[in-house]
């Protein structure tokens, strides 16, 4: 078979060899339940606090802080019904952005189902929002702020730093939540400098297994559980908890912190060599959102004069693998709200973008032929 | 690929004779339902079992808009002024063989093959002759006989020489998911829901009077638009005429509102001798003489009937003369030629008459 080139690591990511080796060992020795009293049991729940102590410190919190889930959308819906639910008697108005991912876009509709009022704050021409637009959103009877911290349409980064620290500024109610599903493993995460109370991760976009990820609580707050049925997790996520996956998830999470920044080097220099080809083709493009302020895995590219999705079609006839917008079913082609939220309604780009995101395992050669391909592809599609 | 079994049949047989085949389901229509299910989503699983049996890509294109466009309001319009329209040939004009043959083009596609029951035989210069399906009674020519001789060129129908218990049967074979699924009926945007709830979502049902030719009220219509002529079912209205002969729709008159009735089957105003019919076009590369003779099918399913057409090219008009009197022609369906075992092409019924009098059929 002709080799095939993944560039939708945005998506999710191919399991690391170790990873794969570290859940198969789980899988043979340590299906205990954790919450057994015999030794296999014993041996199950030592893991798994172990496995939370290399969360906890990936993100510079405590280990109790950390509520393993099924993954980034359990993890975004947790924190945003149940701070709700939790804060009603505080207030009920929620500020967020125009391009959260659904698993955060969602839940929020459903609070305004149910009586909360939404600001919705509009990002500028890079995808992003401004520490200010949040001061001037923020009222007495807010309770949550929740902002993506890159996002996984077009890579924009949210000045999550300076949110979160200037809300710890104020004498105020309000709980900081961010979806890092994207930028964790590769920004510096630190919750506690930056002043985040709530922050959801998810294992497959880092290499890990699907179905696991965590919730960051901060230990002031206490969030009821959304399953119950048990008292795992300390009684804040009921559930056989999924030791193969956390392992595989730790190991994860243990390679991208020992190669920290070179993870962020390495994504950047794919993109970069990406654009400079990009730039040596005949193809007429515009990035969409910032490149200064942006996650290094992510590229979002408007292609002059083309349907994104007769694109994606050629690639894939040509196993080179890339999305349009995030990932839609069955005949359901909604417009991207992301690329709305940027350009506008109707606007060319809406129709002609494509996602390219880098991650594990491509070479920088791989990535220049891609460019190759789409140039005839482009070609081909201008001529008919 | 529907999703039904002639597709994924159609798939399997190109796959097998060595082509490069890609799988496309074309979404045109959305009926999500109160609890969120559509379908189409259901629809499209099919097609993915399907596709990875067989070992070829799959897509699913939406051409909703093209759909509505171009097929679903010229649909309503149809009803709006009393006629039947036959939303399949106009989807296939428009659709099948225009928007996704041009959308399968660009994705370097050198044809497109459907499920349909229809044979194409090529001339060694290229012209393509579009051929009765061999299963008589699943032949779907009568729903190809807009396409044009550039569309034929481009297009394959594999099915066309065999019979649908050996679609089937080549299904089970292949252990397909579809083999043993239920073939689709009616249309296709309506699917087994009631008709008339349906039409009346969309158009507003203007309840009037039942007649006689001799203007006596024999009930009440619910509105033009849900009857046909020559229709029987669901007029209500038992005896209390000239004889216990059971009424049928003899015609419309769409200015009172009327909907006019007659009791028998062999009643004399659902009989005409010829009819005018618009949007004539061919199937052929050749050019007909102004008058010919020449078979013809004035709904699906029907034994052919022998006709003369005198064609008025300029505005793709024809009057067709039947041989001998025809029963319940319907304003808004195709009229289809045939030679022999050659589709030649079709227009729109317009008007019916029996002799030098119109019938008023709309």
Same mark, same amino acid.
């Given at each position: 078979?002709?080799?095939?080139?993944?560039?939708?690591?945005?998506?999710?990511?191919?399991?690391?060899?170790?990873?794969?080796?570290?859940?198969?060992?789980?899988?043979?020795?340590?299906?205990?339940?954790?919450?057994?009293?015999?030794?296999?049991?014993?041996?199950?729940?030592?893991?798994?606090?172990?496995?939370?102590?290399?969360?906890?410190?990936?993100?510079?919190?405590?280990?109790?802080?950390?509520?393993?889930?099924?993954?980034?959308?359990?993890?975004?819906?947790?924190?945003?019904?149940?701070?709700?639910?939790?804060?009603?008697?505080?207030?009920?108005?929620?500020?967020?952005?125009?391009?959260?991912?659904?698993?955060?876009?969602?839940?929020?509709?459903?609070?305004?189902?149910?009586?909360?009022?939404?600001?919705?704050?509009?990002?500028?021409?890079?995808?992003?929002?401004?520490?200010?637009?949040?001061?001037?959103?923020?009222?007495?009877?807010?309770?949550?702020?929740?902002?993506?911290?890159?996002?996984?349409?077009?890579? #924009?980064?949210?000045?999550?730093?300076?949110?979160?620290?200037?809300?710890?500024?104020?004498?105020?109610?309000?709980?900081?939540?961010?979806?890092?599903?994207?930028?964790?493993?590769?920004?510096?995460?630190?919750?506690?400098?930056?002043?985040?109370?709530?922050?959801?991760?998810?294992?497959?976009?880092?290499?890990?297994?699907?179905?696991?990820?965590?919730?960051?609580?901060?230990?002031?707050?206490?969030? @009821?559980?959304?399953?119950?049925?048990?008292?795992?997790?300390?009684?804040?996520?009921?559930?056989?908890?999924?030791?193969?996956?956390?392992?595989?998830?730790?190991?994860?999470?243990?390679?991208?912190?020992?190669?920290?920044?070179?993870?962020?080097?390495?994504?950047?220099?794919?993109?970069?060599?990406?654009?400079?080809?990009?730039?040596? #083709?005949?193809?007429?493009?515009?990035?969409?959102?910032?490149?200064?302020?942006?996650? @290094?895995?992510?590229? #979002?590219?408007?292609?002059?004069?083309?349907?994104?999705?007769?694109?994606?079609?050629?690639?894939?006839?040509?196993?080179?693998?890339?999305?349009?917008? #995030?990932?839609?079913?069955?005949?359901?082609?909604?417009?991207?709200?992301?690329?709305?939220?940027?350009?506008?309604?109707?606007?060319?780009?809406?129709?002609?973008?494509?996602?390219?995101?880098?991650?594990?395992?491509?070479?920088?050669?791989?990535?220049?032929?891609?460019?190759?391909?789409?140039?005839?592809?482009?070609?081909?599609?201008?001529?008919? | 690929?529907?999703?039904?079994?002639?597709?994924?049949?159609?798939?399997?047989?190109?796959?097998?004779?060595?082509?490069?085949?890609?799988?496309?389901?074309?979404?045109?229509?959305?009926?999500?339902?109160?609890?969120?299910?559509?379908?189409?989503?259901?629809?499209?699983?099919?097609?993915?079992?399907?596709?990875?049996?067989?070992?070829?890509?799959?897509?699913?294109?939406?051409?909703?808009?093209?759909?509505?466009?171009?097929?679903?309001?010229?649909?309503?319009?149809?009803?709006?002024?009393?006629?039947?329209?036959?939303?399949?040939?106009?989807?296939?004009?428009?659709?099948?063989?225009?928007?996704?043959?041009?959308?399968?083009?660009?994705?370097?596609?050198?044809?497109?093959?459907?499920?349909? $029951?229809?044979?194409?035989?090529?001339?060694?210069?290229?012209?393509?002759?579009?051929?009765?399906?061999?299963?008589?009674?699943?032949? &779907?020519?009568?729903?190809?006989?807009?396409?044009?001789?550039?569309?034929?060129?481009?297009?394959?129908?594999?099915?066309?020489?065999?019979?649908?218990?050996?679609?089937?049967?080549?299904?089970?074979?292949?252990?397909?998911?579809?083999?043993?699924?239920?073939?689709?009926?009616?249309?296709?945007?309506?699917?087994?829901?009631?008709?008339?709830?349906?039409?009346?979502?969309?158009?507003?049902?203007?309840?009037?009077?039942?007649?006689?030719?001799?203007?006596?009220?024999?009930?009440?219509?619910?509105?033009?638009?849900?009857?046909?002529?020559? &229709?029987?079912?669901?007029?209500?209205?038992?005896?209390?005429?000239?004889?216990?002969?059971?009424?049928?729709?003899?015609?419309?008159?769409?200015?009172?509102?009327?909907?006019?009735?007659? &009791?028998?089957?062999?009643?004399?105003?659902? $009989?005409?001798?010829?009819?005018?019919?618009?949007?004539?076009?061919?199937?052929?590369?050749?050019?007909?003489?102004?008058?010919?003779?020449?078979?013809?099918?004035?709904?699906?399913?029907? &034994?052919?009937?022998?006709?003369?057409?005198?064609?008025?090219?300029?505005?793709?008009?024809?009057?067709?003369?039947?041989?001998?009197?025809?029963?319940?022609?319907?304003?808004?369906?195709?009229?289809?030629?045939?030679?022999?075992?050659?589709?030649?092409?079709?227009?729109?019924?317009?008007?019916?008459?029996?002799?030098?009098?119109?019938?008023?059929?709309?």
């Amino acid at each position: 078979m002709k080799e095939f080139i993944y560039l939708d690591h945005a998506a999710t990511t191919p399991m690391h060899p170790s990873v794969i080796d570290k859940m198969t060992e789980a899988m043979q020795n340590a299906y205990g339940n954790a919450s057994s009293v015999h030794q296999l049991g014993r041996r199950s729940k030592g893991l798994l606090e172990e496995a939370r102590q290399v969360f906890a410190s990936s993100i510079n919190a405590h280990p109790t802080e950390i509520v393993m889930t099924s993954g980034g959308t359990e993890s975004d819906n947790m924190a945003i019904l149940k701070t709700a639910e939790t804060c009603a008697a505080q207030g009920k108005h929620v500020i967020t952005t125009s391009i959260e991912h659904p698993a955060v876009k969602e839940p929020i509709s459903e609070l305004e189902a149910r009586g909360f009022e939404i600001t919705v704050l509009p990002v500028n021409q890079e995808g992003r929002i401004s520490v200010q637009q949040v001061i001037e959103a923020l009222r007495p009877d807010t309770i949550l702020v929740s902002v993506i911290y890159g996002n996984n349409e077009i890579g #924009s980064l949210m000045p999550i730093t300076e949110i979160g620290q200037y809300l710890k500024t104020l004498d105020h109610q309000v709980i900081f939540h961010t979806d890092a599903v994207q930028a964790y493993g590769t920004e510096v995460i630190d919750v506690k400098e930056q002043g985040i109370d709530l922050l959801s991760v998810s294992s497959h976009k880092i290499n890990g297994p699907k179905g696991v990820g965590f919730l960051y609580v901060n230990r002031k707050l206490s969030l @009821p559980a959304m399953m119950t049925g048990g008292e795992q997790e300390s009684r804040r996520r009921a559930g056989t908890e999924n030791i193969p996956g956390i392992l595989g998830f730790q190991e994860a999470v243990k390679i991208r912190m020992q190669e920290k920044n070179n993870v962020r080097a390495a994504y950047q220099d794919l993109k970069d060599n990406f654009l400079k080809e990009m730039d040596n #083709s005949s193809i007429e493009y515009a990035v969409n959102g910032s490149l200064d302020h942006s996650l @290094p895995h992510i590229l #979002s590219v408007h292609i002059k004069g083309v349907q994104a999705e007769k694109l994606l079609i050629h690639l894939d006839l040509a196993h080179v693998a890339v999305s349009t917008g #995030s990932a839609c079913s069955a005949g359901n082609v909604d417009p991207s709200p992301v690329l709305e939220a940027l350009h506008g309604q109707g606007h060319p780009a809406v129709a002609e973008t494509l996602r390219f995101s880098f991650g594990y395992g491509l070479t920088r050669e791989q990535v220049v032929s891609v460019v190759l391909i789409l140039e005839k592809a482009v070609a081909f599609l201008k001529e008919k | 690929m529907s999703g039904g079994v002639d597709s994924s049949v159609t798939a399997l047989l190109l796959k097998k004779q060595g082509y490069d085949v890609v799988g496309v389901f074309m979404k045109n229509w959305d009926d999500t339902d109160e609890n969120g299910v559509c379908t189409a989503t259901e629809d499209y699983k099919d097609v993915a079992l399907v596709a990875n049996k067989i070992g070829i890509p799959y897509y699913s294109i939406n051409f909703e808009k093209e759909y509505w466009d171009k097929v679903f309001s010229y649909f309503l319009e149809e009803y709006k002024n009393g006629r039947t329209p036959n939303p399949d040939v106009m989807c296939n004009k428009e659709i099948k063989f225009k928007a996704f043959l041009d959308y399968a083009l660009s994705l370097g596609a050198e044809y497109v093959a459907t499920g349909h $029951y229809a044979r194409i035989q090529r001339d060694t210069d290229g012209t393509a002759h579009l051929l009765r399906g061999i299963d008589s009674n699943k032949d &779907q020519t009568y729903f190809l006989n807009q396409l044009s001789q550039e569309q034929l060129a481009k297009v394959m129908f594999p099915l066309g020489e065999m019979d649908k218990s050996e679609v089937r049967k080549i299904a089970e074979e292949a252990d397909l998911a579809t083999a043993r699924k239920k073939d689709s009926t009616g249309i296709c945007f309506i699917g087994e829901k009631d008709f008339k709830q349906f039409l009346m979502n969309y158009l507003p049902a203007q309840p009037g009077s039942m007649v006689t030719e001799e203007g006596e009220v024999m009930g009440q219509h619910e509105g033009l638009m849900y009857y046909t002529i020559g &229709q029987r079912k669901g007029l209500g209205i038992g005896g209390n005429g000239t004889s216990n002969e059971p009424w049928f729709v003899i015609g419309k008159n769409l200015e009172r509102n009327e909907l006019i009735v007659g &009791q028998g089957f062999t009643h004399p105003h659902l $009989y005409a001798t010829h009819l005018n019919a618009s949007q004539f076009t061919f199937t052929t590369r050749v050019d007909r003489p102004e008058t010919f003779k020449c078979t013809a099918k004035f709904r699906y399913r029907q &034994q052919d009937v022998g006709v003369t057409v005198q064609l008025n090219r300029e505005d793709k008009t024809a009057t067709v003369i039947f041989d001998e009197p025809a029963r319940a022609i319907t304003p808004g369906q195709a009229i289809v030629l045939y030679e022999g075992e050659e589709c030649i092409g079709g227009g729109i019924i317009d008007q019916a008459y029996q002799a030098e009098e119109l019938l008023q059929y709309v």
